[in-house]
């Protein structure tokens, strides 16, 4: 390592950071709780030691802005922090054991469907442990939080984006159009093939990263024109659906079965989403966890089972 950088502390890139993040050395002061001149004193032994102009200070009222260099450093600084989180996290596992806090990632259509079963049978078997459950549109966020270690585990979409991860398929999970029960839209072989929702008002998915367009995804880029609402609520979909408004394009574990009124139809011609958990590939897995992993396996082969059945699709193998 070259002369200085061993002197490097965790603060001063924090301070950096916020700097960046502030554009302002009183603002980041006031963010991290220190003066302004203990601000300007790190920054300036930070360049001393790594031997690079980090900060562009303009003068006056005009704000600060970091430099390439400063950039590139508050880069490594984000991926020391996460690592840091990781060990921490790493630690608590071998201390909880069997027992405590497991944190989980879900997004919403497996929050509907998978979790309320997993989470019934899970409690069961394991009494001591307290899952938190954290939801987010995009399984990307979720990604970065096990990353980060702020999450042990989460649900996912395949394929999942780069990074220390290890995941297992837990089922398909198939496109389907749902249209009120008295709709005029129907096939005689129970699917619905891309060209039978020509001129007909569509609502699907916004944009996510699991979830491309579905109009791309159907090889069908004109349906565009047709779509009348992208949400990512499944409420708001089913719900004017229900009203006659379009045909929904959904995945099944965005379906509630419970709802009255719907009429749901396999969709032909696009591939399904894969759904699985991942985790930290090199954090020690407590047996919570792995437990855990279990639980969704039992409850989501149980699902597929009753795609298969509603659907009447071929078997699939997961």
Not at 58 to 74: D, F, H, I, M, Q
Not at 127 to 147: F, K, M, Q, S, Y
Not at 221 to 250: C, F, K
Request: charged share 20%.
């Amino acid at each position: 390592m070259r002369d200085g950088w061993s002197s490097v502390e965790l603060r001063s890139l924090a301070t950096l950071a916020a700097v960046g993040r502030e554009r302002s050395f009183s603002r980041a002061a006031e963010t991290l709780g220190y003066t302004q001149s203990a601000v300007s004193q790190q920054i300036g032994r930070l360049e001393r030691l790594v031997g690079h102009h980090l900060v562009d200070r303009p003068g006056g009222p005009r704000p600060v802005s970091l430099t390439a260099a400063g950039e590139v450093l508050v880069g490594h600084a984000d991926a020391i922090v996460a690592r840091l989180a990781s060990a921490s996290a790493d630690l608590a596992a071998i201390a909880d054991g069997t027992a405590g806090l497991l944190r989980v990632g879900c997004y919403q259509s497996v929050g509907v469907r998978i979790i309320p079963r997993v989470l019934h049978d899970y409690s069961t078997a394991w009494p001591d442990v307290r899952v938190r459950l954290t939801e987010a549109e995009d399984d990307g966020e979720l990604l970065h939080l096990v990353e980060r270690g702020e999450l042990d585990v989460t649900f996912v979409a395949f394929p999942i984006l780069p990074g220390p991860f290890t995941a297992v398929e837990l089922m398909t999970d198939p496109y389907v159009v749902v249209v009120r029960d008295d709709s005029s839209l129907h096939s005689q072989s129970g699917s619905i093939a891309p060209s039978d929702l020509a001129g007909m008002p569509l609502i699907t998915y916004g944009p996510m990263r699991d979830v491309h367009a579905i109009e791309n995804r159907l090889g069908r880029p004109e349906l565009a024109e047709q779509i009348v609402l992208r949400s990512n609520d499944n409420g708001t979909i089913a719900g004017l659906a229900a009203e006659g408004i379009g045909a929904a394009i959904i995945s099944w574990l965005s379906v509630d079965l419970a709802r009255p009124g719907l009429r749901v139809m396999p969709l032909a011609g696009v591939s399904p989403r894969i759904v699985g958990v991942a985790w930290h590939r090199d954090r020690n897995r407590i047996e919570a966890a792995k437990a855990f992993v279990r639980t969704c396996h039992v409850v989501a082969q149980l699902e597929q089972q009753q795609v298969q059945d509603t659907l009447m699709l071929a078997p699939t193998k997961t």
